[in-house]
T-cell receptor, first 114, second 117 residues
Framework: AQSVTQLGSHVSVSEGALVLLRCNYS??????LFWYVQYPNQGLQLLLK????ATLVKGINGFEAEFKKSETSFHLTKPSAHMSDAAEYFC????????????WGAGTKLIIKP | DTGVSQDPRHKITKRGQNVTFRCDPI?????LYWYRQTLGQGPEFLTY????????KSRLLSDRFSAERPKGSFSTLEIQRTEQGDSAMYLC???????????????FGPGTRLTVL
C-alpha cells in the first residue's frame, strides 16, 4: 500500500532563508507525486506535480521539488522565503495500485519569521 | 472559469440532525471528488464521480453518508444522524479526465466546515 510521510508538522524559517519541506513516499510501483498548498480558510492549490518526466519539477511561486527514486523522496524547496509563503503544505502520491487516488501526507505548517 | 465552489462554508448542527452540502465543480470537469479533512491531517478520500456515475467509495464511508451527482454537474453530500465525530472540513475537488485511468490535476473548493454539537 502507498503512504506518504512528511517530516515535521511545523517548520519555521526566517524571511529570505531557504525553505525545505520533506516528503517521503512508499510505493512498489512508479508514483505520481504532488505538492499542494493550503492558505488559511482556503482550498488546496496545486504547487507542482511529478508525472515521470523531468525529475526536477518547477512549480508556482518559486517552489520546486526533486524526485529521487533511490531515496523515495520528493522534497519541496524554495531559495528565499517570503512572508506570503506561510501556509500548510501537503505532499500526495498517486499510483495505479491506489487506482490513481491521491494518498496524502499529514501536512507541514510553514512559519515565516520576520 | 470561476473555480470550484462549495455551499455552505460553515455549518453548525446538533447531533442527530441531517446535513447536506453542495459542490459546484469547474464547468467542463467530468470528475468530482469528496474528501474529509480533520485538524492536523491531510485530506481523506470519501468518494468520486465520473460524470453522474459514482465510481468509488471509501471503505471508511459510513452508510450515514451519501453522495449524488444527478446530472453530472453539481454534487451533494448528505450526512444523516450526524455524530460529533463527523466534525471536520469537507472538501470537494474536480478534474478533467481524458483517460479511464489517469492522474489528473484536482482543483479544490474552499471546503465546508461542519461542527456537530
Amino acid at each position: 500500500a502507498q503512504s506518504v510521510t512528511q517530516l515535521g508538522s511545523h517548520v519555521s524559517v526566517s524571511e529570505g532563508a531557504l525553505v525545505l519541506l520533506r516528503c517521503n513516499y512508499s510505493s512498489s510501483v512508479p508514483p505520481y507525486l504532488f505538492w499542494y498548498v493550503q492558505y488559511p480558510n482556503q482550498g488546496l492549490q496545486l504547487l507542482l506535480k511529478y508525472t515521470s518526466a523531468a525529475t526536477l519539477v518547477k512549480g508556482i511561486n518559486g517552489f520546486e521539488a526533486e524526485f529521487k527514486k533511490s531515496e523515495t523522496s520528493f522534497h519541496l524547496t524554495k531559495p528565499s522565503a517570503h512572508m506570503s509563503d506561510a501556509a500548510e503544505y501537503f505532499c500526495a502520491v498517486s499510483t495505479m495500485d491506489s487506482n490513481y487516488q491521491l494518498i496524502w501526507g499529514a501536512g507541514t505548517k510553514l512559519i515565516i519569521k520576520p | 472559469d470561476t473555480g470550484v465552489s462549495q455551499d455552505p462554508r460553515h455549518k453548525i448542527t446538533k447531533r442527530g440532525q441531517n446535513v447536506t452540502f453542495r459542490c459546484d465543480p469547474i464547468s467542463e470537469h467530468n470528475r468530482l471528488y469528496w474528501y474529509r479533512q480533520t485538524l492536523g491531517q491531510g485530506p481523506e478520500f470519501l468518494t468520486y464521480f465520473q460524470n453522474e456515475a459514482q465510481l468509488e467509495k471509501s471503505r471508511l464511508l459510513s452508510d450515514r453518508f451519501s453522495a449524488e451527482r444527478p446530472k453530472g454537474s453539481f454534487s451533494t453530500l448528505e450526512i444523516q444522524r450526524t455524530e460529533q465525530g463527523d466534525s471536520a472540513m469537507y472538501l470537494c475537488a474536480s478534474s478533467l479526465s481524458l483517460a479511464p485511468r489517469s492522474t489528473d490535476t484536482q482543483y479544490f473548493g474552499p471546503g465546508t466546515r461542519l461542527t456537530v454539537l
